[in-house]
């Protein structure tokens, strides 16, 4: 017969799993499940697609930008003193990472790592405006400057 020792050990053990489970799936270590499930979420989910020319957009890549997320680019000084300056864009942190792909809104190519988008920078008083001339591949920034 079994002794009354391991029945009492067997229903410790079977009411600590169920306390286990309860507290894994229901209780207090809910929320740690639940908060590691939605970073895989994020992790997984693709960016949502923007217009290109909007704000808060990619050119490169048309990914929505979330505040404070900016742009890789190089802006160099006016030649002749006007408001409109040259530019180059390489992408924001997802096109350079290579989680999307790289497209020239102009020509529709796509870009490599190492190629830009040429575009020009119109300083206005309350936001810059960016106009997209082509890319590297279509636009030599060489030309530009003539």
Not at 30 to 51: C, T, V
Not at 101 to 112: A, D, M
Request: with cysteine; proline share 5%; aromatic share 8%.
């Amino acid at each position: 017969m079994i002794s009354y020792l391991q029945i009492l050990v067997f229903v410790t053990i079977g009411v600590f799993l169920l306390w286990f489970g309860y507290s894994l799936l229901i209780g207090q270590f809910a929320g740690i499940r639940l908060s590691w499930l939605e970073l895989q979420k994020r992790k997984n989910s693709r960016r949502p697609e923007g217009l290109p020319g909007d704000p808060q957009v990619c050119p490169v890549c048309s990914a929505h930008l979330d505040k404070g997320q900016l742009v890789k680019s190089l802006a160099f000084p006016s030649l002749t003193g006007g408001k409109d300056r040259l530019m180059y864009i390489s992408g924001c942190i997802y096109c350079l990472n290579g989680e999307r792909s790289r497209v020239c809104p102009v020509c529709g190519e796509y870009l490599h790592d190492s190629d830009i988008l040429v575009s020009r920078m119109f300083e206005r008083p309350r936001r810059n405006h960016v106009h997209v001339i082509g890319c590297s591949k279509c636009r030599r920034p060489s030309s530009l400057l003539r």
